[in-house]
């Protein structure tokens, strides 16, 4: 996108055009598809909403996925109460009370705009049909879209289907003469938002071994607004030397994860570091010393390497004893520095209804509580943590842009860490080798 307010007018109108011509050639009458009746017959609804808006897929690796969604008309797809189910548990395992976008933040390099895409440029109106071919082998449900441009506020725009990831273990076994392996299996959820000359693809990804990843994709065009920045504020994309410049800019996204760990919102948060040092006399290597402190009040983190983090489950434990949790795991980011809310990449806050964007939040959240996620750090007990994630990335247009513009990728994965007691994928003949173990005869 990225329009300045001269052009906006004529680029929303260029949008609304292409959703319209798009949902003037839906199916009439198609209602919402309904989810996918693949679970155990015995499995217990973990999911209390209709099936209208239920997410509900047995991966062919015996795991079971399940979650609500919901189209907020700011923060776009909302997926709710999501469960793990994998083989060999008796029920699903809840892990996330709500798992959204908290904003996308883009502000250009010469300093002349910047944009809250999602409660300021209308993100959630921008969502796009998708054709059948952009959702192979999976469903496309129909969304209404509040304050929608149309007529017709429906869209068929959310995607759920199946994809390999290609393998999920492989291991030469000594005590079987074979190879174990297997293909890993992921549940894809998808949408389609176009922002100005951008389309925002918001993708989350359910692992059959528990892990979600959740990555925004950019494509569409670059804006045809911002051809002409010099002064290494841009990057030269039609002929020659003294071709057009496309501005420089960021796109710092954000996500929100409301955790609720076996059911329960009061979790915990353990922060990781390491350090390494020297071999002393007598040591062969040097040594690497790895300590735990608990985050007991509201956080604004810096990764670095050697720290990580996790949400430890306040009731559940897999059948080792160990309390279930889930590991942070950001993807490769560029830190924007230019802003208050872009400084840190981690963000925990105790929870707050009202405190749904990381930036140019609308809600007002009590006397001087801010508009953004750094303000709402200030040093509540974390009874009931959100988590908030924020990756950016720094793009320099290159002459591969036109035409249309290739995706990029931007996001991070949520890990499981002792939410089963192995594995969830191990094959039966191995389920004994759990621990301290030895081949047999
Ligand atoms: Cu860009």
Same mark, same amino acid.
């Given at each position: 996108m990225r329009v300045n307010s001269n052009s906006k007018a004529r680029t929303r109108a260029a949008v609304g055009l292409t959703v319209a011509a798009l949902a003037a050639g839906a199916t009439a009458g198609a209602g919402p598809a309904t989810a996918q009746p693949k679970a155990a017959p015995a499995a217990p609804p973990a999911a209390d909403c209709s099936?209208?808006?239920?997410?509900?897929?047995?991966?062919?690796?015996?795991?079971?996925?399940?979650?609500?969604?919901?189209?907020?008309g700011k923060a776009g797809l909302v997926l709710e109460k999501i469960s793990y189910q994998p083989k060999g548990?008796?029920?699903?395992?809840?892990?996330?009370?709500?798992?959204?976008?908290?904003?996308?933040?883009?502000?250009?390099?010469?300093?002349?705009?910047?944009?809250?895409?999602?409660?300021?440029?209308?993100?959630?109106?921008g969502l796009m049909n998708l054709a059948p071919s952009e959702c192979p082998g999976g469903t496309i449900k129909t969304v209404k879209v509040p304050d929608s441009w149309n007529e017709d506020p429906n869209v068929k725009g959310l995607c759920t289907t199946t994809r390999s990831r290609g393998h999920a273990y492989r291991m030469q076994g000594d005590t079987a003469n074979k190879v174990f392996q297997a293909e890993g299996k992921d549940l894809l959820v998808y949408t389609v938002n176009q922002v100005g000359w951008y389309e925002y693809m918001t993708e989350w990804r359910f692992q059959d071994d528990g892990t979600i990843t959740m990555n925004v994709g950019a494509t569409g065009s670059l804006s045809w607004d911002d051809y002409d920045a010099g002064d290494g504020r841009g990057w030269p994309i039609g002929k020659g030397a003294s071709a057009a410049k496309a501005t420089s800019h960021s796109h710092n996204a954000f996500w929100r994860l409301d955790f609720a760990l076996d059911g329960s919102t009061k979790n915990t948060?353990?922060?990781?570091?390491?350090?390494?040092?020297?071999?002393?006399? &007598? /040591?062969?290597?040097?040594?690497?010393?790895?300590?735990?402190?608990?985050?007991?009040?509201?956080? +604004?983190? *810096?990764?670095?390497?050697?720290?990580?983090?996790?949400?430890?489950?306040?009731?559940?434990k897999n059948k080792d004893g160990h309390a279930r949790s889930y590991e942070i795991v950001p993807g490769p980011t560029t830190k924007y520095p230019g802003r208050s809310y872009t400084k840190h990449d981690v963000y925990v806050t105790q929870y707050n209804k009202c405190e749904l964007f990381a930036s140019n939040n609308p809600g007002?959240?009590?006397?001087?509580?801010?508009?953004?996620?750094?303000?709402?750090?200030? &040093? /509540?007990?974390?009874?009931?943590?959100?988590?908030?994630?924020?990756?950016?990335?720094?793009?320099? +247009?290159? *002459?591969?842009?036109?035409?249309?513009?290739?995706?990029?990728?931007?996001?991070?994965?949520?890990?499981?860490?002792?939410?089963?007691?192995?594995?969830?994928?191990t094959p039966a003949e191995l389920g004994w080798q759990n621990g301290h173990w030895r081949p047999r005869g």
């Open positions: 099936a209208a808006y239920r997410v509900e897929q047995k991966l062919s690796s015996g795991t079971t996925w399940r979650m609500c969604w919901r189209y907020d548990e008796p029920k699903p395992i809840r892990v996330l009370n709500s798992a959204r976008l908290g904003q996308i933040h883009v502000p250009y390099d010469d300093g002349n705009v910047e944009y809250d895409d999602l409660t300021g440029f209308d993100f959630a109106q948060v353990e922060q990781y570091d390491s350090t390494v040092t020297a071999p002393t006399r &007598g /040591q062969r290597a040097p040594t690497t010393r790895t300590t735990r402190t608990k985050v007991t009040k509201e956080l +604004a983190g *810096d990764s670095k390497s050697y720290r990580w983090w996790r949400v430890v489950s306040a009731t559940g007002n959240c009590g006397a001087g509580a801010g508009k953004s996620v750094d303000k709402w750090v200030n &040093g /509540q007990s974390l009874t009931h943590p959100v988590v908030w994630t924020n990756i950016g990335f720094h793009h320099i +247009a290159r *002459d591969e842009d036109q035409q249309p513009m290739p995706v990029h990728w931007q996001g991070f994965s949520i890990v499981p860490r002792d939410v089963t007691a192995m594995n969830p994928l």
